[in-house]
DNA sequence: TCATTTCCTGACCGTATGGTCAAGGTGAAG
DNA sequence: CTTCACCTTGACCATACGGTCAGGAAATGA
């Protein structure tokens, strides 16, 4: 019956599905427990409790505890990169860079424990994506530096140095990932809320852009 | 002779000296080692390496390895509040809070190692310093407002939110410590020279005195 | 010189960790 | 049903780690 190969279609069984769905279960504690411990501090034990699977199971996926890790650094990476496409197709700095900062801002509330296994791993001296910092980071950083002087040249905002614009974007925006522990004790042990995320993000935007003489 | 008396009284050799000393080496060892492999990373052998000394004399001076990282965090909690009085003595923003920027971006400079424990520390739900946290930085925090909206009521700058403003000081000056090696990394693997810290201070200050309406 | 306190350190111990492996389970295809 | 590839997992191992301790060295004061 066609029925039934729907059914079997969801069934969490099939071969393929088994194999993606323990990965992404793998994939989202371990980012948990890195960002929570460390690299050195997280245990494949406390990992493999927190997907619900036995912990030799992690190492049929993943052969050590590197590769896995290694896998959750570049996981945050990309979706940095997504992000900054909001640069690109901007016409000045009041779209580009108020996308980018709206951008980074959403993802320090929905991806903080990516942002900050990647400070740890900065932090470190970058062991594992050193590569990475050297190719991709320094490309698309001269590339943004390129579209900030021009618009500079342009006469669209004042005349800053872009790397250190670059640098106060993300310290800015990556802190409220990075740092929202201490954010939030400092808001009476309470996470934001809506309101205060909103109250946040313009904040930040209104700072930074009247900060380089966009508004 | 008097002569032996000085002598004496400069050799390493003398009783409170050696603890000084040692005490010194040890935490000096214990900070660099914990911000470059963090918490979970370090180990009391690669500490006792750097500071020349055998494992079994770091348990002489410090019980355990929790009691020295926990002394090594309070340090640079300490060097950072002396910095904050440049806040309180100000007539203004542009004075008070230029030189917190100032002064915030020469302990990055001058102490990398502290500023990551600190930020990993907090990144890890700050299980030994939560307590600072709940007392001195929020009654620092609440102070420092204070100045800020009172600044602000005086129509020395524009009104924006104070708490927000000190977040994003906190994460741009601290940003080029904790985020060192990715700085260092995208300016040609070379540390910033004494003119490029000149000019990441000037940057930092200018754009957000600017973005809060103070010049 | 002697007694006392402080400092030093090699050797040792229990534990926890990353990783392995062999044996067994399970769904799909023929 | 049989086959086969893939998945699962308890038990196990070597290693490395934090911490201990006993015995000795060195400094200090009387």
């Given at each position: ?89 901007a016409p000045g700095p009041v779209e580009g860079i ?49 579209v900030i002087q021009r618009w500079i040249d342009e006469g669209k905002m004042r005349p ?49 852009l009247?900060?380089i003489g966009a508004i």
């Amino acid at each position: 019956m066609s029925g039934d190969a729907q059914i079997s279609r969801l069934k969490p069984g099939r071969r393929t599905d088994i194999r993606r769905e323990n990965e992404r279960a793998i994939l989202d504690a371990a980012e948990k427990v890195f960002a929570e411990a460390g690299f050195g501090g997280a245990t494949m034990q406390l990992i493999a409790d927190m997907a619900g699977l036995p912990k030799a199971n992690l190492h049929y996926y993943f052969a050590t505890k590197e590769d896995l890790y290694r896998r959750v650094v570049q996981q945050i990476f990309e979706i940095w990169l997504d992000a900054a496409s909001s640069f690109d197709d901007a016409p000045g700095p009041v779209e580009g860079i108020g996308a980018y900062v709206d951008a980074k801002m959403d993802i320090s509330r929905t991806h903080p424990h990516g942002s900050k296994v990647w400070a740890s791993e900065v932090m470190h001296g970058a062991p594992v994506i050193q590569d990475y910092l050297e190719t991709t980071l320094r490309d698309w950083t001269e590339g943004r530096i390129g579209v900030i002087q021009r618009w500079i040249d342009e006469g669209k905002m004042r005349p800053v140095n872009p790397r250190h614009l670059l640098y106060l974007l993300w310290a800015t925006t990556q802190h409220y990932a990075d740092f929202g522990h201490q954010i939030q004790t400092l808001n009476a042990g309470r996470p934001l809320s809506d309101k205060q995320w909103k109250d946040a993000k313009a904040s930040v935007k209104d700072m930074v852009l009247r900060g380089i003489g966009a508004i």
